[in-house]
């Protein structure tokens, strides 16, 4: 059977990454996920402490994000499916950037998120080939195209 690659991108203050992993694996299906760096202090850092600091935030900033890039421009180009979370808490605009180049590249995308950001979010939900409120639904869609079983 074929292991399907699927990128978990979107909010990092909530368990909805944790909750598709274990769905998906309490039903065995093959499944591999990958993710950007979940961790944000190292996320913002990793630019600078590796490459050297910046007095000026734009160029601190802009060495962390091409350094992510690497990682996410590989990981998303390798996978099978896109999935991608916003929460209402903060303004994802890497998520909504993830979104678009899953897009732009012909991934399948899943969009995830609460029906109160349905507005702001149109545009990627036009995107997406499916658009869920939970994790859950996210373990039922890969099931489905998994396996190609219903469950009525």
């Known amino acids: 059977m074929t292991t399907w690659r699927v990128y978990l991108s979107g909010e990092i203050h909530t368990d909805w990454r944790d909750r598709i992993m274990e769905g998906t694996s309490a039903l065995k299906l093959p499944v591999e996920f990958s993710s950007p760096v979940t961790d944000h202090d190292a996320s913002d850092d990793c630019g600078a402490t590796i490459l050297g600091g910046e007095d000026n935030k734009f160029w601190y900033d802009h060495k962390g994000a091409k350094v992510n890039a690497i990682r996410t421009r590989t990981l998303l180009e390798k996978a099978d499916i896109v999935v991608v979370r916003f929460g209402d808490k903060y303004k994802q605009w890497n998520a909504a950037f993830d979104a678009g180049y899953a897009a732009a590249l012909g991934k ?7 029906p109160s950001l ?19 639904q996210v373990v ?11 469950d009525r």
């Open 108 to 114: 399948s995308l899943i969009v995830v998120h609460d």
């Open 118 to 136: 349905t507005h702001p979010l149109k545009e990627v939900d036009a995107a997406a080939l499916a658009v869920a409120e939970t994790s859950e």
């Open 140 to 150: 039922d869609i890969l099931k489905y195209v998994i396996l190609g079983k219903l």
